[in-house]
């Protein structure tokens, strides 16, 4: 990159046109997702050689379970498949791989998988890749929301300091503790919508748009759209 003083620390991406890309070539829907982990690879590769720091990509929503399930199916086994092929590339490259988002309703099968990639590569720290899986903004805030009324609950002796908290003190009880907010989500395929993404996480973040659709995003796109990202002023509701 030629600015490296601007490179964003996250990169969110909201992969969307797999299916479209499908259809213009007359393929079925899978064969669109199969293609858009392609994508996924190049993206990675481009956010490693960028000094990215943090690479999430919205794999599939909570709404996305009332797709057919036939669909569901295929998506849920190309990211098992995707996992167990990919672990000794996260492993030789550096890569942390994370899911994240409402676990309890994927497969004891994929859970499992996720448990190992996740705790192989957790010392890993040249690049986190995060997969949300099975996540959306909402979900995330109410479950969020729980934990904190369960702590006051639980720990009647603190609840005035619970009570206190500040916006930040929050950040510690979604699926994302620990993680920067993303400072960069790019959507593809045209929609200019955040679709119950990072809603809490992604209130400063810079929204790109860009109409390639998911499968044909590769590391050229990445990198231009990085590029844009260069050269926005990012005030945070202040004045500079
Ligand atoms: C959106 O396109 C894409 C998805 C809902 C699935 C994205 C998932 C992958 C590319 C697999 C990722 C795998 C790993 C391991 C991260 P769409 O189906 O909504 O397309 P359309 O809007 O054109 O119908």
């Not at 309890?104 to 705790?119: F, G, P, Q, V």
């Amino acid at each position: 990159m030629e600015n490296t003083n601007n490179v964003p620390v996250h990169v969110s991406i909201i992969m969307d046109g797999n299916g479209r890309w499908a259809k213009e070539k007359d393929l079925d829907r899978a064969a669109g997702h199969i293609e858009g982990v392609e994508s996924v690879r190049a993206c990675t590769e481009a956010a490693v050689e960028c000094g990215v720091r943090y690479l999430s990509l919205y794999a599939f929503s909570e709404e996305n379970w009332g797709r057919p399930q036939e669909e569901v199916n295929a998506l849920m086994e190309l990211m098992f498949k995707s996992m167990m092929e990919e672990l000794s590339n996260f492993l030789s490259n550096g890569i942390r791989f994370m899911v994240l988002g409402h676990r309890e309703r994927l497969s004891d099968k994929l859970n499992a998988m996720i448990d190992d990639c996740m705790e192989k590569t957790r010392m890993n720290d040249r690049l986190t890749l995060i997969v949300f899986l099975s996540y959306s903004g909402k979900w995330d805030i109410l479950q969020a929301a729980k934990k904190f009324a369960a702590e006051v609950l639980s720990h009647p002796e603190d609840s005035e300091k619970l009570m206190n908290m500040d916006v930040d003190g929050f950040d510690r009880y979604l699926v994302t503790d620990g993680i920067p907010d993303p400072d960069l989500i790019i959507r593809t395929s045209g929609e200019q919508r955040i679709s119950n993404y990072l809603l809490w996480q992604g209130a400063y973040s810079e929204l790109l748009f860009s109409d390639i659709l998911w499968p044909d995003f590769r590391k050229q796109e990445f990198r231009s759209a990085l590029q844009a990202y260069s050269k926005r002023d990012r005030r945070y509701g202040k004045v500079k």
